[in-house]
């Protein structure tokens, strides 16, 4: 199996909005597409650092997704198989995060633990430049 194909696995949801706009035999040989050009796309930026290849592995399959059919349903219908893919993968991630934050004391863990996670996951080491502003002391997010 090649890493495209063990890539796409954990991207199913991509195959599940192309079957509902495809018949199933031209979904299957476009899946297969799909997984030749994410293979393609990996090859070509295989030298990226690993920080940086934690992010690209969603983005390099989104972008092979509609590369691929943007040919066969166009740029509109290949949006919206990216756009319909990102609303069906979310569900249900509000709802719990909404039921984890009723837990006492969740809401300033989570605060306390999203910066020091945000500034390493989307740092300079992983290829982002951002600025980060302080947090007044005493201030309060809810």
Known sequence: MTKGEKLL????????EMDKI???????ILWQKVAV?????ILKYESLPEGV?????M?????????????????????KIIEDSAVHGC??????LQKMMKIPGMKSLFVNVWDPMTKKVFGPGNGFKNRFYP???GGRFF
């Open 9 to 16: 696995r954990k991207k199913a949801v991509y195959k599940t």
């Open 22 to 28: 495809l018949p199933g035999e031209l979904s299957d």
């Open 37 to 41: 050009k994410l293979d393609s796309i």
């Open 53 to 57: 290849q934690f992010h690209t592995k």
């Open 59 to 79: 983005i390099f399959s989104a972008a092979a997704v509609y590369l691929t059919m943007k040919d066969a349903v166009g740029e509109e219908g290949a949006y």
């Open 91 to 96: 569900e249900g991630i509000a709802d719990n």
């Open 135 to 137: 947090k007044k002391k």
